[in-house]
């Protein structure tokens, strides 16, 4: 067995499973990155305690996973045990999550008091300040309310939806429409009898500025672009 090595393991009904696994495949596998399991799991056994060798017997297998079969009863477990990550994988994938949750608070979320698009650096230096502890398995969606409600002690901030309303003259539909399909919720549209676009649609706040700018280089500054309703989400 190579020298690399981590523990995954699953707790089921007071009892724990572990099973020895290659660290970088075990990860990329558990992140959904890899979809073989070949070569990630290194021992073909389940145990009680892997540091002690204490091995679970082929009937407790059976009764709790309904099969004996390890790399069945190991996937499981990685899937949706706990996975014992090195330092240094824990701390790449804490800055990856960062940089994602930096930039889903630029693109959502606002000044409070200004209603100014927040900076990263700021967003960076306020996760440090409140204390932010981020979780590298957990979505940013799950993380982002609890995460706000901290950073709302540090900085004034809220998370913003604006909807919009927006009139494209007939000349500049070919190239602005899929611009907006694409870029926004779309809420409401319709052709009007002189072949311009009218649409009602819902953006982040920290997005606005970027989608109203595009969409005027994209129509040589004939689109009309209206504010009609900030919500707080």
């Known amino acids: 067995m190579t020298n ?78 706990e996975l014992l990550i090195k330092a240094k994988q824990r701390e790449k994938m804490i800055e ?3 940089r994602q949750i930096i930039a889903y608070i630029s693109k959502y979320c606002v000044d409070a008091r200004t209603g100014a698009p927040i900076p990263p650096l700021r967003i960076e230096r306020a996760l440090g300040e409140a204390g932010v502890r981020i979780d590298p398995f957990k979505e940013v969606e799950t993380q982002i309310p609890e995460i706000i409600n901290k950073l709302s002690q540090v900085i004034p901030i809220k998370k913003l939806v604006i909807r919009l309303s927006v009139k494209i003259p007939s000349i500049y539909v070919g190239k602005a429409y899929g611009y907006v399909k694409s870029s926004s919720e779309i809420e409401k549209e319709e052709w009007l009898s002189d072949g311009s676009y009218y649409a009602e649609v819902s953006i982040p706040a920290g997005f606005k500025n970027e989608f109203i700018e595009r969409l005027l280089n994209l129509t040589k500054g004939a689109a009309y672009v209206e504010v009609c309703e900030e919500k707080v989400i």
Do not use: M, W
């Open 96 to 98: 990856e999550k960062k």
């Open 4 to 81: 690399e090595y981590t523990i995954a393991r699953l707790k089921v009904r007071g009892q724990k499973f572990e099973i020895i696994v290659d660290p970088d495949k075990a990860l990329e596998y558990k992140l959904g990155r890899r979809k073989e399991f070949k070569d990630v799991l290194l021992c073909d056994e389940v145990f009680s305690d892997a540091k002690k060798g204490l091995r679970h017997a082929k009937k407790d297998l059976i009764e709790v996973f309904k099969t004996d079969n390890i790399e069945k009863i190991a996937q499981e477990i990685l899937e949706k045990g």
